[in-house]
């Protein structure tokens, strides 16, 4: 009989073509179903709570997967590490309620983008970061990052080929920490748009060259056209940090 | 006329043979000397504060180097950068007095040892911490880890093949970190043996298994013994952080 399991995982997305199976690319769930199916010696499909683009990375995804073994959880948690590539790490797998949905029963999710803005490339921190050499100013930025809270209809913020039939989001915080050259942007919100926080995180980018002035962000959101925010952030700077249930 | 500079330096040491130069290895000094001799036409020799070893790295390196160049300093930087591997990066170039010496000057160096305790080993830091994977006691490492500030004769924390002729060395400071399932030491002093972080951060692991007790730190240390201490933790969790002149 199968039954349903809680899965966390932490990855690294540079070297993949994003969360969801393909044909053709070398991704984050193909991966998590090939060492499943092999451990259990069953065709294996696994809801995981969000799509994540090619080379966006994960500190804590969440998914789950019904399975049917008689295998305890440390062998098959073990098991599946051995088989993932050493750029996934299945931090734990436990036994949950039959009505657990990865996706449906997500209260909130976290994502952190994060920019180097050193003039020669932080090396630990290069593939996790975008490194914009060109001068910002911070505090623009941070000033403009608290603009987003609140529920509002979030359009401008998105790109084309999303899901979504509805458009308002309601960010609950958006912290902006400046650590030296390093900026860190924490934002919380019961759901996000096709790369909304990519084009958020853009959008702060043009703030701190002056571009956009921090106020005018309440209108950027009014106007719901994608052509007055910013460009759309490379994905090596973000990261889905925590998902709430 | 030659003038002397100074270099900051930062870089990953996962794939290099540490820092001094070598005949049958990929070096960082022997990868900065090229591409310096490629931007001045010149054969250029640089001295380092320290070699590091293979798989070691460095947040804060600091050299010199004598250069015969009538390039402006953002030329040479940009030069030297574009040249090197991605994995090490000139932080900054500088004039500096002619008496300035990297290695002779330097009156204080703080390393960082990280050490990753989580099971399933953390994708995002495995390239810069030693994953440890048995459950530790950090608050009787903590302990112990006080126990090495001050003057002493750190023979028993020395691998042979070192250049050193004298064993006593100052520790400022040494303070650990707890930070979730990861662990920080930052160790700072006038000066370390060959191997002595790591030695110090292999004891460090004794004493969470509860192989050594904190209390024992000082008398291992009064008995210059190496084979009381623990074991020589690996390359890839120490980074050599800041250099004080």
């Given at each position: 009989m199968?039954?349903?399991?809680?899965?966390?995982?932490?990855?690294?997305?540079?070297?993949?073509?994003?969360?969801?199976?393909?044909?053709?690319?070398?991704?984050?769930?193909?991966?998590?179903?090939?060492?499943?199916?092999?451990?259990?010696?069953?065709?294996?499909?696994?809801?995981?709570v969000?799509?994540?683009?090619?080379?966006?990375?994960?500190?804590?995804?969440?998914?789950?997967?019904?399975?049917?073994?008689?295998?305890?959880?440390?062998?098959?948690?073990?098991?599946?590490?051995?088989?993932?590539?050493?750029?996934?790490?299945?931090?734990?797998?436990e036994?949950?309620?039959?009505?657990?949905h990865?996706?449906?029963?997500a209260?909130?999710?976290?994502?952190?983008?994060?920019?180097?803005?050193?003039?020669?490339?932080?090396?630990?921190?290069?593939?996790?970061?975008?490194?914009?050499?060109?001068?910002?100013?911070y505090?623009?930025?941070?000033?403009?990052?608290g603009?987003?809270?609140?529920?509002?209809?979030?359009?401008?913020?998105?790109?084309?080929?999303?899901?979504?039939k509805?458009?308002?989001?309601?960010?609950?915080?958006?912290?902006?920490?400046i650590?030296?050259?390093?900026?860190?942007?924490?934002?919380?919100?019961?759901?996000?748009?096709?790369?909304?926080?990519?084009?958020?995180?853009?959008?702060?980018?043009?703030v701190?060259?002056?571009?956009?002035?921090?106020?005018?962000?309440?209108?950027?959101?009014?106007?719901?056209?994608?052509?007055k925010?910013?460009i759309t952030?490379?994905?090596?700077?973000?990261?889905?940090?925590?998902?709430?249930?």
């Amino acid at each position: 009989m199968k039954t349903n399991h809680k899965l966390h995982l932490m990855y690294d997305g540079t070297d993949f073509g994003g969360w969801q199976r393909q044909k053709n690319a070398v991704t984050v769930q193909g991966e998590l179903e090939r060492a499943l199916s092999v451990i259990t010696r069953n065709d294996i499909s696994v809801v995981g709570v969000s799509r994540t683009d090619a080379g966006v990375h994960a500190y804590d995804y969440v998914a789950n997967v019904f399975l049917d073994t008689d295998k305890d959880m440390y062998s098959l948690w073990a098991g599946v590490n051995a088989l993932l590539p050493e750029t996934i790490r299945l931090k734990s797998i436990e036994p949950c309620s039959e009505e657990f949905h990865a996706r449906y029963d997500a209260k909130s999710k976290t994502y952190v983008y994060q920019i180097d803005n050193s003039g020669y490339c932080d090396v630990f921190t290069k593939r996790y970061m975008w490194n914009y050499r060109y001068p910002l100013d911070y505090e623009k930025m941070k000033q403009a990052a608290g603009h987003f809270v609140g529920e509002h209809d979030f359009s401008a913020f998105m790109s084309q080929g999303g899901t979504a039939k509805t458009f308002v989001r309601e960010i609950y915080s958006n912290d902006f920490e400046i650590l030296g050259d390093k900026l860190r942007m924490t934002i919380t919100g019961n759901g996000f748009l096709y790369n909304m926080v990519r084009i958020i995180a853009g959008t702060l980018v043009s703030v701190g060259r002056g571009d956009i002035h921090p106020e005018d962000i309440p209108d950027i959101i009014a106007s719901k056209e994608r052509k007055k925010a910013g460009i759309t952030a490379p994905p090596e700077g973000l990261i889905l940090y925590r998902v709430t249930y």
